[in-house]
């Protein structure tokens, strides 16, 4: 994140990236509680955790782009954009069972808090409102 590389940030905070992590021990099974909710509700924390710092870096990311850039292309045809987009946002959920945000729900929503606009008579289009 300091190096802000946010799409090598958000490969890096992916599922298969960091699920490897979360093993069961042989130390739970001493415990009450069977091993497989504690493998459960230690995978759900280090996801929750996850997604919290993905959230996080959201932040930064979304001011670097409003401060790099005048306006976004969004179109269908624009996948590229669309895509890096989706990467440098880390709009993708790590958490299972969670809804993904798509990049038009993304910029709908910054466009409510007045950091977008639609540009006029271009659809997917998005005039930058710069941060002051």
């Keep these: 994140m300091r190096s802000h590389n946010y799409v090598k940030f958000e490969e890096l905070t992916r599922p298969p990236a960091f699920s490897r992590f979360v093993e069961v021990e042989s ?7 069977s091993p497989q909710s504690s493998y459960d509700l230690v995978k759900k924390a280090l996801f929750s ?10 932040e930064t990311t979304w001011s670097v782009i409003r401060s790099a850039y005048r306006e976004l292309s969004c179109q269908t045809e624009a996948e590229g954009t669309r895509n890096w987009l989706t990467r440098s946002l880390a709009l993708h959920s790590v958490i299972p069972d969670s809804n993904c945000v798509s990049v038009d729900e993304w910029l709908e929503n910054q466009s409510r808090l007045g950091h977008v606009r639609p540009k006029d008579g271009v659809e ?3 005039i930058v409102c710069k941060v002051r």
């Design 124 to 126: 997917g289009r998005w």
């Design 27 to 33: 130390s739970l099974a001493s415990l009450s509680i």
């Design 49 to 58: 955790l996850v997604g919290a710092l993905r959230e996080t870096a959201r």
